[in-house]
């Protein structure tokens, strides 16, 4: 069974910076690109960024709206999907969720909340 | 961006027929893809790739469509399929998802 657990979210100040893990079990982590997607209360689904399987040189993505601020990164050896957040800013503000997949997310983490405000 | 269209909300009853469409601002070949969420829930993948059924969905659920018009078909519709229904493309940069349709039961 596919298992996607996300930690890390909390309540952080404008600028401040979180950390978000996603614990991955059930599958063969290591031949999957990973994907972070986010909701904001009450509204739709964003690609936040994605990350490629070694065999892709582990490439990255960003959406726009994170880049230079955001970085995805991967431990095959864990299987762990990490996101570093800096600079963080209120519409920020989001249930983050650990995907598995680049192009479609057939798995989906249960999410972690992170809330940006002062 | 792509933007995909989708109607805010719709009703049937059980045991009916619904298609939920979604229409995309520019062509977006088959990579049109669907997810059902559930209050509380995080989404699921329903069908991928416009019409293969994702595994573990059951056979009510079917996908169509290509280029700019894709619809999501669910018959017969039982009472545990209440949710919010997302189409989702991966054929042009960046990816975008609809903004959902909200499927009630009456």
């Known amino acids: 069974e596919v298992q996607l657990v996300e930690s890390g979210g909390g309540l952080v100040q404008p600028k401040g910076s979180l950390k978000l893990s996603c614990a991955a079990s059930?599958?063969?982590?290591?031949?999957?690109?990973m994907s972070w997607v986010r909701q904001a209360p009450g509204k739709g689904l964003d690609l936040v960024a994605d990350?490629?399987?070694?065999?892709?040189?582990?490439?990255?993505y960003y959406a726009d709206s994170v880049k230079d601020r955001f970085t995805i990164s991967r431990d095959d050896s864990q299987s762990m999907v990490y996101l570093q957040m800096d600079n963080l800013k209120t519409e920020d503000t989001a249930l983050y969720y650990c995907?598995?997949?680049?192009?479609?997310?057939?798995?989906w983490g249960q999410g972690t909340l992170v809330t940006v405000s002062s | 961006d792509t933007v995909l269209t989708q109607s805010p909300a719709l009703a049937v009853s059980p045991g009916e027929r619904v298609s939920i469409s979604c229409r995309a601002s520019?062509?977006?070949?088959?990579?049109m893809h669907w997810y059902q969420q559930k209050p509380g829930q995080q989404p699921k993948l329903l069908i991928y790739?416009?019409?293969n059924l994702a595994s573990g969905v059951p056979a009510r659920f079917s996908g169509s469509g290509s280029g700019t018009d894709f619809t999501l078909t669910i018959d017969p519709v039982e009472a545990d399929d209440t949710a919010t229904y997302f189409c989702?493309?991966?054929?042009?940069?960046?990816?975008?998802f609809g903004a959902g349709t909200k499927l009630e039961l009456k």
């Open positions: 995907t598995v997949g680049l192009h479609w997310f057939a798995y």
């Open positions: 059930g599958f063969d982590f290591n031949s999957y690109g």
């Open positions: 990350i490629s399987s070694k065999s892709y040189n582990y490439a990255t």
């Open positions: 520019e062509g977006v070949n088959s990579y």
């Open positions: 790739k416009a019409s």
């Open positions: 989702q493309q991966s054929w042009n940069d960046p990816y975008t």
